[in-house]
């Protein structure tokens, strides 16, 4: 059945279908997957929506024949490989259990179809567009409930949503205690490759099955983590948080070309020759930082990176490791000294310091793991943003067998000031920089970040 729905602020969003899609009978079995403080960490956040644009001009129903029986088919073969995704996140309400993601026959992912009349060509670009109208397009997740003696969360949800005669997009959500983003690309690039050859041989041959082994083995800080997160809030009507409008807020996406990297990278080792951590990822994040400390130009700033720590355990981990696996690392600086004339080349050196520092200490990368959610700052920080996403994974290589995206956009910095930043579409060595802020801070933000290019080019 047919469902209309008037969004805020936004064109009638159409639900076509919706089903649940399940591993193939009999391929799992009930499992369960214990989460460690890696992943207990993000139980209180909101859940991370990613959204995939595909230019593919199509009816109704082709779409219906075409895309949909392909994507439905290929995720039940994926899961069946990936079963936390069908799963449930299972909280107790004492910290004497860890929490745990399991899944029992039956078990599904909710899919939703969709068809939409905003414009597809507006929501692909790079200028300012209403964040407002991003928001139908992403799916929620399913409603959390009590059982016994703890609560069943869904942890996974899909949207396809049909733009006729110009394409599609895929939303997915998911609760940021499932994994990280090496755990969401290791998923979908299984998902694309089934999608594309019909079957999971070529996956399977790849030897990119996801490690499942809890070889991360911390009880103390499982333990203090458990408390941090408040478990035993999740037993008084806990419903996962959801984006939604009306809003102010627009989203950008800005781009930093190779060539302009590198006469950035050029600029910042003349000002620093010495700095041992230069790379386009640390210069296009102290160059955002800088830019956000003179959109604000008051108080203590901070900017926080997550680093990915399967290679740096000792042991190190596979890079197929299931789950969570990142540790944050902060850098802060009072405002007046990113605003300055060597301002950028400052915040470039504070990020490369303190990543230096964290990845080269002798106690390794685990030393300050008991605080490192935990921060505490000297003075009260007047804006702190963080990183989604990683240019190391490219997530415009998800070709379904339509082509790659024409465009991917991480929906879920909207809850908070956080950037996203990836690799483009047209090459892997360009980044774009995704922004979300007030129309009015969003106006002045983008004046500053295309003027102060010139001084560096």
């Known amino acids: 059945m047919e469902e209309s729905l008037q969004m805020a602020s936004s064109p009638i ?11 193939p009978p009999a391929t799992i079995g009930d499992r369960s997957l214990p989460l460690t403080f890696f992943d207990i960490v993000w139980l209180p956040y909101p859940p991370v929506n990613h959204l995939y644009f595909y230019e593919f001009p199509l009816s109704k129903t082709k779409f219906m024949e075409k ?15 990936f079963f936390p995704f069908a799963g449930n996140l299972i909280i107790y309400p004492t910290c004497t259990r860890n929490p745990e993601i399991r899944y029992v026959e039956g078990d599904a992912v909710v899919v939703t179809i969709a068809e939409s009349t905003l414009d ?50 895929i939303g997915i959500t998911n609760h940021h205690s499932l994994g990280d983003a ?12 089934i999608a594309r050859t019909g079957s999971d041989e070529s996956f399977l041959v790849n030897g990119t099955l996801p490690f499942y082994d809890r070889v991360v083995k911390h009880p103390e800080l499982d333990e203090l983590y458990i408390k941090q997160a408040k ?37 910042v080792l003349t000002h620093h020759p010495t700095l041992q951590y230069v ?61 300055e004339k060597e301002g950028f080349a400052t915040a470039v050196r504070l990020l490369g310091e303190s990543l230096y520092k964290m990845l080269n200490d002798e106690e390794g990368i685990m030393k300050d793991a008991k605080t490192w959610f935990k921060f505490s700052f000297e003075g009260k920080p007047t804006t702190i943003t963080g990183v989604a996403g990683t240019p190391r994974l490219e997530f415009y290589d998800m070709d379904f067998g339509w082509g790659k995206p024409r465009k991917y956009e991480t ?9 996203s930043m990836n690799t483009t579409n047209e090459s892997n060595q360009d980044l774009e920089i995704g922004v979300c802020l007030s129309r009015s801070e969003m106006e002045a933000f983008i004046g500053i970040f295309n003027g102060e290019l010139e001084n560096y080019m």
């Open 120 to 169: 597809f060509n507006d929501l692909v670009g790079n200028h300012p567009r209403d964040c407002d109208k991003f928001y139908p397009l992403v799916p929620l997740l399913g409603q959390a409930t009590k059982v016994s003696d703890y609560v069943k969360i869904p942890v996974f949800s899909i949207q396809v949503t049909l733009f006729p005669n110009c394409g599609f997009s």
């Open 279 to 339: 790379s386009s990822f640390t210069v296009a994040c102290g160059y955002v930082w800088s830019c956000f400390a003179k959109l604000r130009n008051d108080g203590l700033q901070v900017f926080g990176l997550a680093i990915d720590c399967r290679t740096r355990l000792v042991p190190p981990i596979p890079a197929t490791y299931f789950g969570n696996c990142a540790a944050p690392c902060m850098a802060m600086a009072k405002a007046h000294l990113l605003t």
């Open 67 to 81: 895309i949909v029986t392909t994507l439905k088919n290929s995720l039940s073969t994926t899961l069946q490989h």
């Open 411 to 419: 929906i879920s910095i909207d809850y908070s000031e956080t950037i």
């Open 13 to 23: 969003i159409t639900m076509l279908e919706q089903f649940h899609v399940s591993p």
């Open 182 to 193: 090496s755990t969401r690309f290791c998923f979908l690039k299984a998902w694309t490759s």
């Open 231 to 267: 478990v035993e809030t999740f037993c008084d009507g806990y419903q996962p948080p959801c984006l939604s409008g009306p809003s102010d807020k627009v989203r950008v996406t800005l781009v930093l070309t190779r060539a302009m990297i590198n006469q950035m990278k050029k600029w």
